[in-house]
């Protein structure tokens, strides 16, 4: 399923060159712009705070569990003046701001939907979903309405792949 991630990284303080890494569902190393350079989604210029580094991207993650651990190359808590914060949203759901560094990494977890299950799926006949029908219908002509849709829909398949 497509998911979109945006990040912001502020900081107040830092004046420094910073890199900015992420790694999703990996680990990310504290020292991650050497051990994983295909995580650096950035470098920050020297100057003057207060600094902002946005980024986005689009994956393709199965349905399930996930995370993204964030990070800068600056320090979080053992050095003064060179933390960051970083903010994600997924999907456009704000998933909260967190102090980060290299001795700070930060994960965001999230979970993406999976496909409704086959009873909660509309059928392509009617449109609603096959539990409605077997309640409004009940019994024996319930039944008989599902075999009915099952036919239609094995004969529309049937038809298609001639095609």
């Given amino acids: 399923m497509m998911v979109r ?3 912001r990284f502020t ?8 890199y900015i890494g992420r790694s999703v569902d990996r680990p990310l190393d504290r020292e991650f712009w050497r051990t994983q350079p295909e995580t650096v989604i950035g470098v920050t210029p020297y100057g003057s705070p207060p ?10 993650l199965d349905p399930g569990d ?31 701001k967190e102090i980060c560094g290299r001795d700070r990494i930060v994960r965001f977890s999230f979970t993406v939907g999976a496909p ?12 609603v ?11 024996v002509a319930g039944i008989v309405v599902v075999s009915a849709v099952v036919a239609e829909q094995e004969r529309r398949r ?5 095609r």
């Avoid at 933390?83 to 998933?95: A, P, Q």
């Avoid at 409704?116 to 449109?127: A, D, F, H, R």
């Fill in 51 to 60: 600094k902002t580094f946005t980024y986005s991207e689009t994956l393709d």
């Fill in 129 to 139: 979903p096959l539990w409605v029908l077997l309640t409004l219908c009940g019994g």
């Fill in 158 to 162: 049937a038809t298609s792949a001639r």
């Fill in 11 to 18: 900081t107040p303080v830092d004046v420094w060159a910073r």
């Fill in 5 to 7: 991630l945006n990040y």
């Fill in 66 to 96: 996930h995370y993204v651990d964030c990070a800068t190359s600056g320090y979080a808590e053992e050095v003064p003046d060179t933390f960051w914060y970083v903010e994600l949203w997924v999907n456009g759901e704000y998933l909260g």
């Fill in 116 to 127: 409704l299950p086959w009873w909660e799926q509309p059928v392509p006949v009617l449109g």
